[in-house]
């Protein structure tokens, strides 16, 4: 999910695309829905304060303030408080144990355009001992298409098929926001072992 227009962040002018020479290839990867279940507990926050009770599975929208009829401003707000408790978000299941083996070989970045403060995702990295390399918050989304990358996770559909185009490999995390995406040339992984065969596959 994008972040307000009016955050702002250093560290976007550190990184932002400039190719990281660490190891020989890098892997770019989002946190909200493809990290961290915070939809889960953003759900739970819209039923106890909104009274909408919805399931996960409901979401076959990326842009769910479509499917529920709010501001997308009010969805930014849930996910500050989602984040502002982000010792009780989940880790995707394998998604430490797989990224700690991808380390051994790729450079690993942490991209995201979350609502969520730095100390917040980092917190939540350390917390469910994700490791990575470089660590990029930026104002939107869609700047995530200037970062130099070679391999980028994602649940994003509409990023995820403009890294497509523009020919560099991506892998979907299958959720339910993003399963009408499918047959557009992007390959999609039900969960972490999933993405690390499929690059294993492409890289061989």
């Given at each position: 999910m994008e972040r307000d227009k009016g955050q702002a962040h250093a560290e976007i002018n550190i990184y932002f695309g400039i190719v990281f020479p660490m190891k020989e290839k890098t892997i770019c990867i989002d946190i909200d829905g493809t990290l961290?279940?915070?939809?889960?507990?953003?759900?739970?926050?819209?039923?106890?304060?909104?009274?909408?009770?919805?399931?996960?599975?409901?979401?076959?929208?990326?842009?769910?303030?479509?499917?529920?009829?709010?501001?997308?401003?009010?969805?930014?707000?849930?996910?500050?408080?989602?984040?502002?408790?982000?010792?009780?978000?989940?880790?995707?299941?394998?998604?430490?144990?797989?990224?700690?083996?991808?380390?051994?070989?790729?450079?690993?970045?942490?991209?995201?355009?979350?609502?969520?403060?730095?100390?917040?995702?980092?917190?939540?990295?350390?917390?469910?001992?994700?490791?990575?390399?470089?660590?990029?918050?930026?104002q939107k989304e869609s700047e995530k298409l200037e970062i130099n990358g070679d391999i980028f996770v994602e649940d994003n559909p509409e990023i995820a098929l403009s890294f497509s185009k523009k020919g560099k490999k991506v892998i979907l995390i299958e959720r339910p926001w993003n399963k009408g995406y499918k047959n557009n040339g992007i390959e999609f992984a039900k969960d972490w072992s999933e993405v690390e065969k499929i690059i294993e596959k492409q890289e061989m």
């Open positions: 961290a279940h915070s939809i889960k507990n953003w759900l739970e926050i819209l039923r106890d304060e909104r009274g909408i009770s919805r399931d996960v599975e409901e979401l076959n929208n990326y842009k769910i303030e479509e499917i529920l009829g709010l501001q997308r401003e009010e969805v930014l707000e849930i996910f500050r408080k989602v984040w502002n408790k982000y010792d009780e978000i989940e880790v995707i299941s394998n998604a430490p144990e797989v990224i700690s083996r991808l380390r051994n070989k790729y450079t690993i970045n942490i991209m995201t355009g979350s609502v969520a403060k730095d100390n917040e995702l980092k917190a939540w990295l350390e917390i469910n001992r994700i490791p990575y390399d470089n660590f990029l918050h930026l």
